[in-house]
């Protein structure tokens, strides 16, 4: 995953403990920051203990509508990347951040959606309300858990929206200071009879399990529900990030079999892979997986969390059999249509044909 300065061209408060970072992207990185609803950047934030340390923030604006990205971030108490970057950025500032990434994505903007939040989990919700209402035909409906009135991240937004898209948009708001905290029942009768497509959920850990269980009590499928949590990275991607290939540098390559071997063997299977529109083929120790063997390799795979939590890593099983030691981005039917994650795959068969083609 390659590591990019972008700079900020303006600040937005948007509460007293949110702001909303709008980016320039240059114009020869514009592909390499095509983004999809849902997705989120990983920003580096510099740290006098550590160097630095590596944080994902959702993008909050609509790649359908919006002129440019941008970053929406909510101080937490305790929060020592959300507090520097609300205290210390400002129109000007340079970032060093990931191309984005992140698999809590609409499959279409014409279908209908359930979209519950909680405090700053609006911030991919509004990507995808917004993507949806101006670049779709589907209807949505936004279950959206605060505090208090004062603590709601888009309050305006919100309101211009709904008035713009009168039988569209459906805004639902849960405020701790009128209802107490949220509970699975409450949230389920709040949301009754708008759970037909895809549900989508992201807040604290907190509020997700109370909406996890309002939406079972809903019943919605699983197969249906998207949760994307966040959470501090156990790893720190720009460790390892490579910087952006210019015109002038080689093409990345790799011969055939590391060790010579052009066969498998108990140890080891053989891997074909398709990136970036070529295929290479080497040798997969089978208890080491894909991702580790791609950047040992020296390609330039994408990745962020390591976790599978975030997606980033997704590639396609073509030929072959592999299983994957953790599997939390993927739904049952995108692991039955041949996805995987490259950071928690391992080999099972002999020949494995693997495409980064998503």
């Not at 909510?74 to 205290?87: E, H, I």
């Not at 994957?324 to 994650?341: F, H, N, P, S």
Request: charged share 25%; with cysteine; aromatic share 6%.
């Amino acid at each position: 995953m390659r590591a990019h300065e972008v700079k900020v061209v303006e600040v937005i408060g948007e509460t007293a403990d949110t702001v909303s970072l709008v980016l320039d992207i240059p114009d020869d990185l514009t592909g390499r920051f095509a983004y999809a609803p849902g997705q989120f950047l990983t920003v580096r934030v510099p740290s006098e203990r550590t160097g630095s340390v590596a944080r994902c923030y959702s993008l909050s604006s609509s790649p359908h509508h919006d002129p440019r990205p941008v970053l929406t971030v909510k101080r937490s108490a305790g929060g020592y990347a959300s507090n520097w970057l609300c205290d210390n950025v400002v129109a000007g500032s340079v970032l060093t951040v990931l191309e984005p990434s992140g698999s809590c994505v609409p499959r279409s903007l014409d279908g209908d959606v359930l979209l519950c939040a909680g405090g700053s989990g609006i911030t991919p919700v509004m990507s995808i309300v917004k993507s949806v209402l101006y670049a779709g035909r589907g209807r949505a409906v936004l279950l959206y858990a605060n505090r208090d009135r004062g603590s709601i991240i888009f309050a305006d937004r919100l309101e211009e929206l709904a008035a713009e898209f009168p039988g569209r948009l459906t805004v639902l708001h849960w405020l701790e200071s009128d209802r107490g905290m949220p509970s699975a029942r409450g949230l389920a009768a709040l949301a009754q009879g708008h759970g037909s497509g895809e549900c989508f959920a992201c807040g604290p850990p907190g509020f997700l399990d109370v909406a996890r269980k309002a939406l079972a009590c809903l019943g919605i499928p699983q197969h249906r529900i998207r949760i994307e949590e966040y959470r501090s990275l156990s790893e720190n991607p720009f460790e390892d990030a490579r910087p952006a290939r210019t015109d002038g540098d080689p093409p990345v390559r790799i011969d055939r079999g590391a060790t010579g071997r052009t066969l498998p063997d108990a140890d080891h299977a053989v891997a074909e892979v398709e990136f970036e529109g070529r295929t290479y083929t080497f040798d997969w120790p089978r208890t080491k997986r894909l991702l580790d063997v791609l950047l040992d390799h020296g390609l330039d795979a994408p990745y962020v969390c390591r976790e599978s939590a975030c997606g980033t890593c997704v590639c396609t099983v073509r030929r072959g059999r592999t299983r994957m030691v953790a599997r939390e981005a993927l739904l049952d039917d995108e692991i039955d249509a041949g996805l995987t994650l490259a950071c928690q795959t391992l080999p099972e068969s002999p020949h494995i044909h693997i495409a980064f083609d998503q």
